[in-house]
């Protein structure tokens, strides 16, 4: 009797352990493929600068690190530039609430914090995207330098720059 709840046990510890972070099924190698994925996809556009640490994230972004298992982030070196990637890879049953504080963030920038007025469709472009367990922000691409487009073009170019790094986290998600 005790070897049958010996092997029970195990067989348990077994299929619990061997099961990824999470149900979602992605890993910390799955945020690592990400992060090099993106930073080759923009190439010389990639312009985060600076490591954004846990603290960092904890206190200036407001997010809940105790629901984080693993995470990149990189932002602006220099006020004056908005780039930025955030990779957060959830702790089981935790997605909801780390978005929630992504979007909060998100909401934030747009609305509250100072932007140069050159920033603010990058800004307003920004995306928080969930898949699994994964949660991302992404700030980033070439800035659109036309000097005679509208608001409406300027913001149209962000979004299809952000969006290389959201077609570029789903290929590597496949």
């Not at 602006?76 to 909060?104: R, W």
């Not at 914090?113 to 994964?134: D, E, H, L, T, W």
């Amino acid at each position: 009797m005790k070897k049958l709840f010996m092997l029970l046990a195990v067989a348990l510890l077994i299929l619990t352990g061997c099961t990824p972070s999470s149900a979602s099924g992605f890993t910390k190698e799955h945020v690592d493929k990400i992060v090099t994925a993106v930073k080759e996809a923009y190439g010389d556009d990639y312009g985060p600068s600076a490591l954004i640490e846990k603290e960092q994230l904890e206190e200036v972004y407001n997010i809940n690190m105790e629901n984080v298992e693993h995470f990149f982030a990189e932002g602006p070196m220099f006020t004056m530039s908005t780039d930025m990637l955030i990779v957060l890879l959830a702790k089981d049953g935790k997605v909801a609430e780390v978005e929630a504080d992504m979007k909060a963030y998100q909401d934030y920038l747009i609305n509250e914090s100072f932007q140069y007025p050159m920033n603010m469709p990058r800004v307003n472009a920004s995306q928080v995207y969930v898949k699994g367990n994964i949660v991302a922000f992404v700030v980033l691409g070439k800035f659109d330098d036309r000097t005679e487009a509208t608001e409406e073009e300027y913001l149209e170019f962000a979004k299809e720059q952000i969006q290389i790094a959201i077609d570029t986290i789903e290929e590597t998600l496949k």
